[in-house]
């Protein structure tokens, strides 16, 4: 069973295009959760999704990010017009569920880069 | 904020017992204690979760005090491999489903 997979692992961009981050979930996972890192801090909570629902966007920024998980295919997030700001390790996570014994397992994550 | 306080960092020698201390003295009735760890550019991993009894598995054991305001994650034979950042986390698991991570305790496995 394959584990959450993000692509690209990389992606470097330059100030004011878009960037698109993938999550596939891991078999069976139908919920997706997605973090951000700063260099030399912990993560913090960005949005939690299930198919086709935004649960809780409450650490996303007002403007310029937005996230979806669509019925089929990956769970995107993506950040338009990105500033140096944005630079960060993005990760992503799933879980088959929300509950006890429902862990949140985690994707190796994408480092953007904006030059 | 998050609502655990770690040490910035401990050192540990390999193949000896690491003991990551955790507070989280305004843990509430119905809030989990979790262990993740990072491992340096990876995603985090999973570690243990426990509610207000010990509990083992095949990566480390947690000892949470009998307050439930403070608890240990053991490795109890620390490697190389275990060289990483260690959180702590408290979680309410139902409405609130998000993690809300510190710090975290920088462990330095030496050989």
């Known amino acids: 069973n394959a584990g959450v997979m993000q692509n690209p692992r990389h992606l470097v961009r330059r100030r004011g295009q878009e960037a698109r981050l993938r999550c596939s979930p891991m078999?069976?996972?139908?919920?997706v959760y997605w973090y951000r890192q700063l260099p030399e801090e912990g993560l913090k909570f960005m949005v939690y999704l299930q198919k086709e629902n935004i649960i809780d966007e409450s650490g996303m920024p007002k403007e310029r990010f937005s996230a979806e998980f669509p019925k089929e295919g990956p769970s995107i997030l993506r950040i338009q017009q990105v500033v140096r700001g944005d630079s960060a390790a993005y990760f992503c996570a799933s879980s088959p569920g929300q509950g006890i014994g429902y862990e949140q397992y985690f994707g190796p994550g994408t480092r953007l880069t904006v030059t | 904020d998050a609502k655990t306080t770690q040490p910035p960092s401990m050192d540990c020698a390999e193949g000896r017992a690491a003991n990551l201390p955790c507070n989280h003295s305004?843990?509430?009735?119905?809030?989990?204690v979790y262990w993740y760890r990072q491992i340096h550019s990876q995603g985090p991993q999973y570690i243990i979760h426990g509610l207000k009894n010990n509990e083992t598995n095949e990566m480390a054991s947690l000892i949470i005090t009998e307050d439930r305001k403070s608890s240990t994650l053991i490795l109890p034979h620390a490697t190389l491999r275990d060289t990483a950042v260690y959180y702590c986390?408290?979680?309410?698991?139902?409405?609130?489903?998000?993690?809300?991570w510190g710090l975290g305790t920088s462990l330095a496995v030496n050989p």
């Open positions: 078999k069976g996972h139908s919920h």
């Open positions: 305004t843990i509430s009735g119905n809030e989990y």
């Open positions: 986390i408290v979680r309410v698991v139902g409405n609130n489903r998000k993690l809300i």
